[in-house]
């Protein structure tokens, strides 16, 4: 089973920036698709953004021209790049691999945007 693990989350101010990563396990991350999911108190899990393995990103409206996601292969690790951060954008950040018919979540980290 490949091990996600999630680093970066913490308390900002409206406007502010923070950068999202997840460190994967084993030797597919580099084949796999990776994803940034939130779900903040209430409502459901939703898509944030994606990559595909060949490096196609996909982005959800909300966070589009303010988020970019990326990927360090060599490094088994994704990215999510967050800025101008709003209030809304409070909630717990996911990362998502799917290779095949693996699936795996990473634990969660924390993102306040708040003054």
């Known amino acids: 089973q490949v091990q996600l693990v999630e680093s970066g989350g913490g308390l900002v101010q409206p406007g502010g920036s923070l950068r999202l990563s997840c460190k994967a396990s084993?030797?597919?991350?580099?084949?796999?698709?990776m994803g940034w999911y939130r779900q903040a108190p209430g409502k459901e899990r939703e898509l944030v953004a994606a990559?595909?393995?060949?490096?196609?990103?996909d982005y959800a409206d909300s966070v589009k021209g303010r988020f970019t996601i990326s990927r360090d292969n060599a490094r088994n690790t994704l990215y999510l790049q967050m800025n101008t951060l709003k209030p809304e954008d409070t909630a717990v950040y996911y990362c998502?691999?799917?290779?095949?018919?693996?699936?795996?979540w990473g634990q969660g980290t924390q993102v306040t945007v708040s003054s």
């Open positions: 990559v595909a393995f060949g490096g196609n990103t």
């Open positions: 084993g030797s597919i991350f580099s084949s796999s698709a």
């Open positions: 998502n691999l799917k290779w095949r018919y693996v699936e795996s």
